[in-house]
């Protein structure tokens, strides 16, 4: 490259490919088997999955004018986080209101089995009415971590998703115009995280060999900053131990080279997990980038191309060692994010410059629903209608690319072209280079 390599670092991410996603939440049930089965964390879901449009979990996490989540720019072009300065110090002295409620992630609740079996009969099922884990009493649920999904996303709910609002009349709620699709998340182990950054006891780090970010229980004193600082809200607060507590990308697992947990127990197969190489002294300048839609393409520049020489002698210089470079060389990550820009990061504007990207939902497009009867799979029905798709470009956008629908149709395009280019392979037809051509695609 034309520019000097500055320092190598290694980092475990991950891709998911929404298409995939069925909404089953195996992978948030085997999580909270295996790391949040304990007291204190009830209400913790290191991995949920969220149902898009809607208000997430907890509750609205995405407004951050309200949470301080993430990095600002100073005018002089400086980083800080929004949860800096004052708001820290008023927030270590009324102890830190800025951060969800109970409320807002959802009061745990089990079923009151005795109950179920003597309730008399009532005109609804179940009749018994659930206990809340926290008190024992008796309770009525009014939001969960799922609530969008148990009532199905209707207007009225998705009318309340802050991007949804953000949009305005560009979305589109009646019944006919009606989308929907799940987002799976866990910490995205950010290459800049503000929780690190927000923590004043120095407990949270980001490992250097392999870019997992934790927290030290000992060195942990529940100021609960990095629940405020954590734009995606992934940091969580155990009441009975006063300590933070998140996803650990499943380290022991990976460090004997077993997937996570969520990504072994995973139905669909969408999550696919590597290694990606990237210059250190690229993240502050790449996430500091002035103007919002340029931020994502400016993230992409901090990744090295694990097959360049160049890279691969400056990565043994510092240190990264031979199988990680190898791993990266085979890394779905690097190919699916990097080489074809399929797969985007999530909040971009955070400027955490997030390690878990998604492949964004190709939905039917409906307009060629409406005129062919296909089911908008192929590649020149998509190229001409983008503007139809089910699931608007502009709520892709603002979730994926700071709002730039350019790189989210681009992708679109690459997995249509795909699609179409494998479909006639798997009929027996011979392979046809120019619906690849045609994506700007290579058909490799
Ligand atoms: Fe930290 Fe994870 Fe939040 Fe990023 S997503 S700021 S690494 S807790
Ligand atoms: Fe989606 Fe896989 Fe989780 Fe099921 S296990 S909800 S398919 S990410």
Redesign the pocket.
């Known amino acids: 490259g034309e520019r000097p390599i500055g320092r190598v670092m290694a980092q475990v991410a991950m891709v998911m490919n929404l298409d995939k996603c069925i909404g089953c939440h195996t992978c948030s049930v085997t999580c909270k088997q295996a790391w949040t089965n304990r007291s204190g964390v009830e209400y913790v879901w290191f991995n949920n999955v969220e149902t898009r449009p809607g208000q997430g979990y907890p509750r609205r996490y995405q407004d951050q004018d309200r949470w301080k989540g993430g990095w600002t720019r100073t005018r002089s072009g400086r980083l800080k986080p929004r949860a800096g300065g004052r708001i820290k110090k008023l927030a270590t002295i009324f102890a830190n209101p800025l951060m969800p409620s109970i409320e807002d992630y959802y009061e745990p609740w089990t079923y009151d089995y005795d109950h179920l079996i003597s309730a008399p009969l009532g005109d609804d099922a179940p009749v018994a009415r659930p206990r809340s884990l926290l008190t024992g009493e008796p309770m009525q649920v009014r939001w969960s971590a799922n609530w969008d999904d148990d009532l199905a996303g209707g207007p009225e709910l998705a009318s309340q998703d802050p991007v949804v609002q953000r949009l305005g009349d560009q979305v589109r709620l009646e019944f006919e115009q009606t989308f929907m699709f799940y987002l799976p998340r866990i910490?995205?182990?950010?290459l800049n995280?503000?929780?690190?950054a927000s923590c004043p006891s120095g407990a949270m780090y980001k490992r250097s060999e392999d870019g997992i970010?934790l927290v030290d229980q000992d060195r942990c004193r529940g100021w609960r900053m990095c629940v405020t600082?954590?734009?995606?809200k992934?940091?969580y607060f155990n009441h009975k131990t006063g300590k933070a507590e998140?996803c650990t990308l499943c380290y022991p697992r990976i460090e004997v080279g077993m997937p996570t947990v969520c990504s072994e127990t995973c139905v669909g197969r969408l999550r696919y997990l590597g290694v990606v190489l990237y210059d250190a002294e690229r993240v502050g300048e790449a996430a500091a980038v002035a103007d919002e839609h340029d931020l994502y393409p400016a993230q992409l520049g901090v990744f090295l191309d694990p097959d360049d020489p160049e890279v691969r002698a400056a990565a043994r210089r510092d240190g990264v060692p031979d199988r990680w470079v190898e791993s990266a060389r085979r890394s779905p990550v690097y190919a699916l994010a990097v080489r074809h820009r399929v797969a985007l990061p999530l909040h971009p504007e955070y400027r955490?410059m997030?390690m878990v990207w998604y492949i964004p939902p190709l939905s039917p497009v409906v307009d060629a629903l409406a005129s062919t009867g296909h089911d908008g799979e192929d590649a020149g029905n998509l190229f001409g209608a983008i503007d139809t798709l089910r699931i608007p470009v502009g709520y892709l956008a603002e979730l994926f690319t700071a709002g730039d629908p350019a790189p989210v149709e681009a992708s679109l395009r690459t997995l249509a072209a795909m699609r179409s280019y494998m479909r006639r392979i798997n009929l027996g037809q011979e392979p046809d280079p120019s619906i690849a051509e045609s994506a700007g695609t290579d058909p490799e």
């Open positions: 910490c995205e182990h950010c995280p503000s929780c690190v970010v600082g954590c734009p995606y992934k940091v998140k955490t997030p």
